[in-house]
C-alpha cells in the first residue's frame, strides 16, 4: 500500500489549468474569442466600467471582432439587438461590418438597425472612424436612404428626437429622394428648409398649431418637441394620457413635477397603464430598467403608481425557468459590483448597479424555486433570511445591501463543500473579477471547490452569469459549466436548458450561430 504521508489525495488538484488574469489581478480563464465576443456585446455599453474605461472596452471588441468570422459577427449583433435587447454593442457590429463584412451588412442592418436611435448610432459610429471609415459610403449611405424612405410618418418624427447626429444631420448627409410632394415636405420641415405646409403630416400640422399658440389641442407627438413651450398643468394630463408605455416608465418624476397626479384619476389611469402585460412585453422592457424606474420615483409619485411598477416587474420576470433539483444561487456582493450596471458616463450614468441587478435574478429564482438556496458572499459569506411572501424586488432590495469588501468567488462553494452539500445546480451572478481567493494548485479557487463539489454531486451543472464586460471567467466552459453573460430574458432561456441538461456549456456560442441573419 502506498505511503499516504508522501501520496495524499488531494481532490480538486486537477483543476486545469488557468491561461488568463483578469482585470483585478487574479487567475482566471480566457475566453474563447467568439465566447468573449457575446460577453462582451451582452453586457457592455461602450462606457467605463469599474475596471476598465470605455476606449479599452471598444478596442477590445473591434480585436474580437477581427478575430472571428464576419458571419459570427454579423449573428452576434443579430442576438445581441433581438434577444438581449441592447443598444450601443448592436449598432457598433453593424457598423464594423460595413467596412470588414459588407457583404453581410444589408440582411444584419435590416434587424438590427430597428428604431431611430439605432439608426443615430450607426451612422455617428461609422462616421466616427472608429471601425475603419469617416464616411458612410455608398451601401451604407443606400441603407440609411432605404430606411429613411420606408418608415412612416409617426416613426420618423419619433426618430427626429435625439441628437449626435439629429435625424436632420442624417438627412443633410444622405439626401434620401422621396417618393411623393408630401414626404419632400416633410423632409423639408425636419431640416428647416421652405415648405408647402398644406402637404405636412396631420401630427406635424397640429405641433405647428400648438406651437403658435398653446390654446390649441396638445399634438400626440413625443413630448421632447414641446418642452420648449410654456407649457401648464393641464398640457402635461393630457400629454400624460396620450404617452406611450416606454415613455410613461421613464417620465414619472416629470409627471409628477407637472402635476399630473394631483388631477383625479391621472394616478389610477397611468398605474393601470404600467401593470399593463401585453404593452409590457411590447415594450421589450428588461427588469433592471424597471428596478430603475422604482429606485428614482420621488416622493410625488403616487404609491399605486409604485405599486404599479413592481406588478410590472413580476410580469417582466415571467420567464424566470423552474429548476430541477436543488439550486444555490451564489451572489457576489463584492466593492466592485457597486458600480452601474451600464458603466459611467457624464449624463447617462444609470443608478442601477450590479448588485441589484445581481441580486435581482437570486431573489427571481428563488421566488420561482422555493428550494433555492441564496449565498450572498464577497470575502465571507453573509448569513441572511429571505421573506418569501416579500415581492421580488423587496427581497433584492434586501440582498443588494450586503457586502462590499473583496472578491473571493471560491468561498462560497468552499462554504458548501465543508457542509457537504447535495446539489443538482450552482448559479454564480457576478463580475467575475476575483482575485482575493487562496492561490492553489494550478487552477483558480472556484474551479477546484467545483471539482470537489461534483465529487459529491457527479451529475451537477455550475452556470456562471456575467453582467460585465472582461473576458475572463472563474471557471473553465466544459459540458458540465456554462458561461453566459447578459441581464435580458434570453439568459434565463439559456440557463434553463442547461439545467435540463439539453446542451453543454458550448451552447451559448452555438445558440448565437444558430441566429438566421
Given at each position: 500500500?502506498?505511503?499516504?504521508?508522501?501520496?495524499?489525495?488531494?481532490?480538486?488538484?486537477?483543476?486545469?489549468?488557468?491561461?488568463?488574469?483578469?482585470?483585478?489581478?487574479?487567475?482566471?480563464?480566457?475566453?474563447?474569442?467568439?465566447?468573449?465576443?457575446?460577453?462582451?456585446?451582452?453586457?457592455?455599453?461602450?462606457?467605463?466600467?469599474?475596471?476598465?474605461?470605455?476606449?479599452?472596452?471598444?478596442?477590445?471588441?473591434l480585436d474580437l471582432c477581427a478575430k472571428v468570422e464576419p458571419a459570427f459577427v454579423a449573428k452576434t449583433a443579430v442576438y445581441a439587438r433581438r434577444r438581449g435587447q441592447m443598444k450601443d454593442m448592436p449598432a457598433l457590429l453593424t457598423a464594423w461590418l460595413a467596412q470588414h463584412g459588407p457583404d453581410r451588412l444589408e440582411p444584419v442592418f435590416a434587424k438590427v438597425i430597428d428604431n431611430g436611435r439605432m439608426l443615430r448610432n450607426f451612422v455617428q459610429i461609422l462616421r466616427s472612424g472608429a471601425v475603419g471609415?469617416?464616411?458612410?459610403?455608398?451601401?451604407?449611405?443606400?441603407?440609411?436612404?432605404?430606411?429613411?424612405?420606408?418608415?412612416?410618418?409617426?416613426?420618423?418624427?419619433?426618430?427626429?428626437?435625439?441628437?449626435?447626429?439629429?435625424?436632420?444631420?442624417?438627412?443633410?448627409?444622405?439626401?434620401?429622394?422621396?417618393?411623393?410632394?408630401?414626404?419632400?415636405?416633410?423632409?423639408?420641415?425636419?431640416?428647416?428648409?421652405?415648405?408647402?405646409?398644406?402637404?405636412?403630416?396631420?401630427?406635424?400640422?397640429?405641433?405647428?398649431?400648438?406651437?403658435?399658440?398653446?390654446?390649441?389641442?396638445?399634438?400626440?407627438?413625443?413630448?421632447?418637441?414641446?418642452?420648449?413651450?410654456?407649457?401648464?398643468?393641464?398640457?402635461?394630463?393630457?400629454?400624460?394620457?396620450?404617452?406611450?408605455?416606454?415613455?410613461?416608465?421613464?417620465?414619472?418624476?416629470?409627471?409628477?413635477?407637472?402635476?399630473?397626479?394631483?388631477?383625479?384619476?391621472?394616478?389610477?389611469?397611468?398605474?393601470?397603464?404600467?401593470?399593463?402585460?401585453?404593452?409590457?412585453?411590447?415594450?421589450?422592457?428588461?427588469?433592471?430598467?424597471?428596478?430603475?424606474?422604482?429606485?428614482?420615483?420621488?416622493?410625488?409619485?403616487?404609491?399605486?403608481?409604485?405599486?404599479?411598477?413592481?406588478?410590472?416587474?413580476?410580469?417582466?420576470?415571467?420567464?424566470?425557468?423552474?429548476?430541477?433539483?436543488?439550486?444555490?444561487?451564489?451572489?457576489?456582493?463584492?466593492?466592485?459590483?457597486?458600480?452601474?450596471?451600464?458603466?459611467?458616463?457624464?449624463?447617462?450614468?444609470?443608478?442601477?448597479?450590479?448588485?441589484?441587478?445581481?441580486?435581482?435574478?437570486?431573489?427571481?429564482?428563488?421566488?420561482?424555486?422555493?428550494?433555492?438556496?441564496?449565498?450572498?458572499?464577497?470575502?465571507?459569506?453573509?448569513?441572511?433570511?429571505?421573506?418569501?411572501?416579500?415581492?421580488?424586488?423587496?427581497?433584492?432590495?434586501?440582498?443588494?445591501?450586503?457586502?462590499?469588501?473583496?472578491?473571493?468567488?471560491?468561498?462560497?462553494?468552499?462554504?458548501?463543500?465543508?457542509?457537504?452539500?447535495?446539489?443538482?445546480?450552482?448559479?454564480?451572478?457576478?463580475?467575475?473579477?476575483?482575485?482575493?481567493?487562496?492561490?492553489?494548485?494550478?487552477?483558480?479557487?472556484?474551479?477546484?471547490?467545483?471539482?470537489?463539489?461534483?465529487?459529491?454531486?457527479?451529475?451537477?451543472?455550475?452556470?456562471?452569469?456575467?453582467?460585465?464586460?472582461?473576458?475572463?471567467?472563474?471557471?473553465?466552459?466544459?459540458?458540465?459549466?456554462?458561461?453566459?453573460?447578459?441581464?435580458?430574458?434570453?439568459?434565463?432561456?439559456?440557463?434553463?436548458?442547461?439545467?435540463?441538461?439539453?446542451?453543454?456549456?458550448?451552447?451559448?456560442?452555438?445558440?448565437?450561430?444558430?441566429?438566421?441573419?
Open positions: 500500500m502506498a505511503n499516504k504521508q508522501l501520496f495524499p489525495s488531494r481532490p480538486g488538484r486537477l483543476a486545469p489549468e488557468t491561461d488568463a488574469r483578469n482585470e483585478a489581478g487574479g487567475r482566471a480563464y480566457a475566453l474563447s474569442p467568439k465566447a468573449a465576443l457575446a460577453q462582451y456585446v451582452a453586457t457592455g455599453c461602450l462606457n467605463a466600467t469599474f475596471y476598465a474605461d470605455a476606449a479599452t472596452q471598444l478596442d477590445t471588441v471609415r469617416k464616411s458612410l459610403g455608398s451601401r451604407p449611405k443606400r441603407l440609411v436612404q432605404n430606411w429613411l424612405n420606408g418608415r412612416g410618418d409617426g416613426q420618423l418624427l419619433g426618430a427626429s428626437v435625439g441628437n449626435a447626429p439629429s435625424l436632420a444631420d442624417v438627412l443633410k448627409m444622405v439626401h434620401p429622394k422621396p417618393a411623393t410632394p408630401e414626404r419632400a415636405a416633410f423632409y423639408a420641415w425636419l431640416i428647416g428648409k421652405s415648405h408647402d405646409a398644406a402637404l405636412l403630416p396631420e401630427a406635424v400640422k397640429a405641433l405647428e398649431r400648438f406651437r403658435d399658440d398653446v390654446a390649441a389641442p396638445v399634438p400626440d407627438v413625443p413630448f421632447e418637441l414641446l418642452t420648449a413651450l410654456p407649457l401648464q398643468p393641464q398640457h402635461w394630463v393630457a400629454i400624460a394620457c396620450q404617452a406611450p408605455w416606454q415613455m410613461t416608465r421613464m417620465n414619472l418624476n416629470t409627471f409628477a413635477r407637472h402635476e399630473v397626479f394631483k388631477v383625479g384619476g391621472m394616478a389610477k389611469r397611468i398605474a393601470e397603464r404600467l401593470r399593463d402585460p401585453a404593452a409590457i412585453r411590447r415594450a421589450r422592457v428588461l427588469p433592471y430598467q424597471l428596478l430603475g424606474a422604482y429606485f428614482m420615483t420621488g416622493e410625488g409619485v403616487p404609491e399605486v403608481v409604485r405599486d404599479a411598477l413592481q406588478d410590472a416587474l413580476e410580469v417582466a420576470l415571467e420567464n424566470v425557468p423552474e429548476l430541477p433539483g436543488q439550486v444555490y444561487v451564489l451572489l457576489d456582493v463584492s466593492g466592485s459590483m457597486a458600480s452601474p450596471v451600464t458603466g459611467h458616463r457624464k449624463g447617462a450614468t444609470s443608478k442601477v448597479r450590479c448588485v441589484d441587478v445581481a441580486a435581482l435574478v437570486a431573489a427571481a429564482l428563488s421566488a420561482k424555486n422555493p428550494a433555492t438556496e441564496i449565498l450572498p458572499f464577497d470575502t465571507q459569506v453573509h448569513a441572511h433570511r429571505l421573506n418569501r411572501r416579500d415581492s421580488v424586488l423587496t427581497n433584492a432590495r434586501a440582498l443588494a445591501e450586503f457586502g462590499g469588501g473583496g472578491t473571493n468567488c471560491g468561498l462560497p462553494l468552499a462554504t458548501l463543500n465543508q457542509r457537504e452539500a447535495a446539489g443538482d445546480l450552482v448559479i454564480y451572478v457576478s463580475d467575475n473579477e476575483s482575485w482575493a481567493d487562496p492561490q492553489r494548485g494550478r487552477g483558480t479557487e472556484t474551479m477546484r471547490q467545483w471539482e470537489l463539489f461534483r465529487q459529491r454531486n457527479p451529475r451537477a451543472r455550475l452556470v456562471c452569469i456575467d453582467i460585465q464586460p472582461y473576458g475572463t471567467a472563474q471557471a473553465q466552459t466544459r459540458e458540465d459549466v456554462l458561461n453566459v453573460g447578459g441581464f435580458s430574458d434570453a439568459v434565463f432561456e439559456v440557463l434553463a436548458r442547461f439545467a435540463a441538461g439539453q446542451f453543454g456549456g458550448e451552447h451559448w456560442v452555438r445558440e448565437i450561430e444558430a441566429m438566421e441573419v
